[in-house]
T-cell receptor, first 116, second 113 residues
Framework: EAGVAQSPRYKIIEKRQSVAFWCNPI?????LYWYQQILGQGPKLLIQ????????DSQLPKDRFSAERLKGVDSTLKIQPAKLEDSAVYLC??????????????FGPGTRLTVL | AQSVTQLGSHVSVSEGALVLLRCNYS??????LFWYVQYPNQGLQLLLK??????LVKGINGFEAEFKKSETSFHLTKPSAHMSDAAEYFC???????????FGRGTQLTVWP
């Protein structure tokens, strides 16, 4: 079974530029998550999709971050304009179902973003 | 609200020694608890999870964790460390609503030969 795919793996940009990340979840997984992991910290949820609808985006800085999941499959996360503090690893995860519970979230390898 | 505290950002053990990584949680509802491992330049991989079926949970690679409600703890142990266990370990908690996971800050495990 193929895992969660993410691209690119690494990205270096200058502040005020824009950047986009792509995620393809495990086939059949209804729920997709984007996390931000700053160096030395645990992952923090940015946004959660159930199929192509947003379940939780309370921690997403909406003035500069946006995300979409068209057709309920793959997803893109965009930052425009980027700030120095956006330097982090952006992790995508997927799971079979939501509504809490013990369903496992499967993580992709992440995209390491460096903002200069 | 849920939160996780991982005591000790760095733990070092000798190969063959006991591994103990500490995790305390706070949750206003019966929690689901998880331990994930992250190897360099990789995503997170699930080690084990507590779902209220049993307080002692066995996971992959010889790891296990015990849920102690009275102590609000979910410590991760392995009887004998191996060099390949060197990685960062994250404890996470989820309440019964939505699917949000709250992660701790992580513990970096170093294994000395």
């Amino acid at each position: 079974e193929a895992g969660v795919a993410q691209s690119p793996r690494y990205k270096i940009i200058e502040k005020r530029q824009s950047v986009a990340f792509w995620c393809n979840p495990i086939s059949g997984h209804a729920t997709l998550y984007w996390y931000q992991q700053i160096l030395g910290q645990g992952p923090k949820l940015l946004i959660q999709f159930q199929n192509n609808g947003v379940v939780d985006d309370s921690q997403l800085p909406k003035d500069r971050f946006s995300a979409e999941r068209l057709k309920g499959v793959d997803s893109t996360l965009k930052i425009q304009p980027a700030k120095l503090e956006d330097s982090a690893v952006y992790l995508c995860a997927s799971s079979l179902q939501t509504s809490g519970g013990a369903d496992t979230q499967y993580f992709g390898p992440g995209t390491r973003l460096t903002v200069l | 609200a849920q939160s996780v505290t991982q005591l000790g950002s760095h733990v070092s053990v000798s190969e063959g020694a006991l591994v103990l990584l500490r995790c305390n949680y706070s949750s206003s509802v019966p929690p689901y608890l998880f331990w994930y491992v992250q190897y360099p330049n990789q995503g997170l991989q699930l080690l084990l999870k507590y779902t209220s079926a049993a307080t002692l949970v066995k996971g992959i690679n010889g790891f296990e964790a015990e849920f102690k409600k009275s102590e609000t703890s979910f410590h991760l142990t392995k009887p004998s460390a191996h060099m390949s266990d060197a990685a960062e370990y994250f404890c996470a908690v989820r309440g019964s609503t939505l699917g949000r996971l709250y992660f701790g800050r992580g513990t970096q495990l170093t294994v000395w030969p």
